[in-house]
């Protein structure tokens, strides 16, 4: 199992856009649960987005409509497109790969930096 791969994290300023990427294990994407999940300083990580295999999506209430959650099973990699950033998004950025119990991978993160 390859670990999960993110990129895309910068600092940029409120209201400001940024899209992350992961790129994940190929042979197991397509039937992968695939989530975006941040942790801040001081902070529990928390769940941002997730996508099922059947390309189902579900938000926080924190970034519901801010935030777009999208899959290319072609190319194993899932998207997080965040438009209107604000200063409390600062965070750790983690990409989740989620099939059972036993397959359960995490990617290393990627910083995303909101201010001005």
């Known amino acids: 199992q390859v670990q999960p791969v993110e990129s895309g994290g910068a600092l940029v300023q409120p209201g400001g856009s940024l899209r992350l990427s992961c790129t994940a294990s190929g042979s197991i994407f397509s039937i992968s649960r695939m989530g975006w999940y941040r942790q801040a300083p001081g902070k529990e990580r928390e769940l941002v987005a997730t996508?099922?295999?059947?390309?189902?999506?579900d938000y926080s209430s924190s970034v519901k409509g801010r935030f777009t959650i999208s899959r290319d099973n072609a190319k194993s990699t899932v998207y997080l497109q965040m438009n209107s950033l604000k200063p409390e998004d600062t965070a750790v950025y983690y990409c989740n790969q989620h099939i059972d119990s036993w397959r359960d991978y995490w990617g290393q993160g990627t910083q995303v930096t909101v201010s001005s």
């Open positions: 996508i099922t295999r059947g390309s189902s999506t």
